[in-house]
Structures are given as C-alpha cells and as structure tokens.
C-alpha cells in the first residue's frame, strides 16, 4: 500500500496548475471554466461532451471544443446526466424532475416529474426504459413510452449517487456512501449488498469487477462471487468519481482533496496524479475510443486530456 502511495508522489506532475493565465499543463488539450458543474459524459460516437450545470445541460463538440447546444432546464441546476446507447437521447435529473431531450432537434420528449427529490443518478436500461436514482434512496425504472413506473425500490437509505449497467447488461449496480448494489436486470432482485460508502461505481469492460469509490480507496470487487479483489490507496480524502478506459487497462478517480487520478488495475498502482482543479474532482471519464481524459471540479472548472500525451509525460 505504502508503495501504491509513493509512486503516485513520484510520478505527480510537478505543479498544481492555476486555471488564471498560466499554460496548459503537459497532456491537456483544453480547459474552462462554468459557474458549476456536477456530471459530465462523452457521447456513444465520442463527438460531443455534455455537462450538467446550473439552468442547463450544455453540449461541447470535441472536434474544436465549441459549445454547440444549451439544453435548458429552468430554475434548478443539473445534478445527473447520460446518453442513451445510440446517443440520439440525452435524459438530465435536477430537482424532483428528470428531461429527456432528442439530441438531434434539442427538444424534450418526456418529462418525469414526482416528489423523489433531487435526481442524483440517472441510466438509459434496456428498451425503452430508465432508471432514476434519487435523493431519497429511491430507485425507479420508468417506462418512456408508456411515461409510468415499472416499479419504485427503496434500496438505500442515503441519496443513489451511481447507476451503472454491466456491459452484457445483465448486471447493474447502484451505490450510495450506505452500500454498493448489485441487481440481476432480468428480475431485479438484489444479488449481493456490498458493504461500505459507494460515492460512485463502475464495471470494468469485461465485466468482472465493480470499481468502487470507497472513503479514500479505489476498491475492485469481484461481481461473481462478491469479495472484494483489491484496494488502491493515494488519495487523501474520499474519492467520490471512478472511471474505468474502454479497453479496461486505466481506471480513473476524482476525489474530496482535489485531484485526480489514473491507475493501472492490474498492478494496483497509481500512475498520474493530475492537480490543480481547484475544489472537489466530481467527475472523470473516458472517451469512448480511450484516446481522451475528462476531469471536472464542482468549481466549474473542466479539464481535457490527450492520454497518450498525458502517460507520457508522467514517465518523463
């Protein structure tokens, strides 16, 4: 653990950086700066990045990293966020309200819309479905087409702060800082509690391992048998975000003190220490062809990075 520990100190790029005048710091392709920001996502085709911030989703292309729509959400800030598995719809979560926009014409075509609260998490399922995990515990799969419940779940006794589906789709879990879920999508009965905080969750490609943000850790836990595989220590404070690269080599963390950071699974070490957002890393993601980084602060401020540029110049 002790090793873990000091490689990412080695390897830490070198300063943290100010977003104010100074350049870019080795491996990033672009950075700005929103009045706040709390989810973030590539679309499936990887042209465009969506962030969930104040009044609004906002939609940037990754060609050129222009803004190119503003999907409005009136009077409440955007807590949630994702693309459906053909990216023709984008669904947000704020206050007691879940959108879903056709991404083509920027209009809404349903609205969910009850007392459950803030919308912490939200997954497009199979078909035409979407689950929605809420501020306050809740869990509901909703059926678009039909616009009602197929059932609503009490699983947790602290807001849902990730939905996330196997890649067989067989699988999904949900996790709150109560426990980790993982739920058998073909009678959504629970298969196994996990116990410990799970401020985000994630599958590896393969399927195999649920990553897990637990207080400081990174943790794997073996989604056949349930036991945990392997922690990875070197954040400071609790990491609330983890990602995991499309070809399952990287994971990557956002944490409470304020960094990122990238692991290599298989070693169970940490590889790159990205510094300088400024406030608490609330979100990290890959794009879908694994050649991109995206870091993000609840201060607003949005970092890209070039991964391969970003490994090489940690090894320098």
């Keep these: 653990m002790k090793n873990s520990v000091t490689i990412c100190m080695l390897i830490a790029l070198a300063v943290a950086w100010a977003v104010s005048g100074a350049a870019l710091p080795a491996g990033a392709v672009t950075t700005w700066k929103l009045p706040w920001l709390a989810d973030a996502a590539f679309s499936p085709d990887g042209h465009?990045?969506?962030?969930?911030?104040?009044?609004?989703?906002?939609?940037?292309?990754?060609?050129?990293?222009?803004?190119?729509?503003?999907?409005?959400?009136?009077?409440?800030?955007?807590f949630s966020l994702?693309?459906?598995?053909?990216?023709?719809?984008?669904?947000?979560?704020?206050?007691?309200?879940?959108?879903?926009?056709?991404?083509?014409?920027?209009?809404?075509?349903?609205?969910?819309?009850?007392?459950?609260?803030?919308?912490?998490?939200?997954?497009?399922?199979?078909?035409?479905?979407?689950?929605?995990?809420?501020?306050?515990?809740?869990?509901?799969?909703?059926?678009?087409?039909?616009?009602?419940?197929?059932?609503?779940?009490?699983?947790?006794?602290?807001?849902?702060?990730?939905?996330?589906?196997?890649?067989?789709?067989?699988?999904?879990?949900?996790?709150?800082?109560?426990?980790?879920?993982?739920?058998?999508?073909?009678?959504?009965?629970?298969?196994?509690?996990?116990?410990?905080?799970?401020?985000?969750?994630?599958?590896?490609?393969?399927?195999?391992?649920?990553?897990?943000?637990?207080?400081?850790?990174?943790?794997?836990?073996?989604?056949?048998?349930?036991?945990?595989?392997?922690?990875m220590w070197g954040h400071e404070s609790c990491v609330v975000a983890v990602a995991a690269s499309p070809d399952g080599t990287l994971l990557a963390s956002g944490s409470l003190d304020e960094t990122a950071r990238l692991w290599d699974p298989e070693a169970g070490t940490c590889v790159v220490v990205l510094p300088g957002h400024g406030g608490v890393v609330a979100v990290v993601g890959f794009s879908p062809d694994g050649s991109l980084l995206v870091t993000a602060s609840d201060n607003g401020t949005v970092f890209v990075w070039d991964l391969p540029v970003l490994l090489a110049a940690s090894q320098r």
């Design 48 to 78: 465009h990045l969506a962030v969930a911030t104040t009044y609004a989703v906002v939609l940037y292309e990754t060609a050129g990293w222009e803004e190119t729509e503003r999907l409005p959400f009136p009077d409440t800030n955007v």
């Design 82 to 231: 994702t693309f459906s598995p053909d990216g023709t719809l984008l669904a947000a979560g704020a206050i007691s309200e879940v959108r879903v926009w056709e991404i083509a014409t920027g209009e809404v075509v349903t609205s969910v819309r009850g007392s459950f609260g803030m919308v912490s998490s939200v997954r497009f399922g199979s078909g035409e479905t979407l689950v929605i995990g809420a501020g306050d515990g809740s869990l509901r799969l909703w059926d678009l087409a039909a616009d009602k419940a197929i059932w609503v779940k009490f699983p947790h006794t602290v807001p849902v702060r990730g939905i996330v589906f196997s890649p067989d789709g067989t699988l999904m879990a949900s996790g709150g800082i109560d426990q980790a879920i993982l739920w058998d999508t073909a009678t959504w009965e629970i298969l196994n509690t996990l116990p410990g905080k799970a401020w985000d969750v994630v599958f590896t490609p393969d399927g195999y391992f649920l990553v897990v943000g637990w207080g400081k850790l990174v943790r794997l836990w073996d989604t056949a048998v349930a036991l945990l595989y392997r922690e």
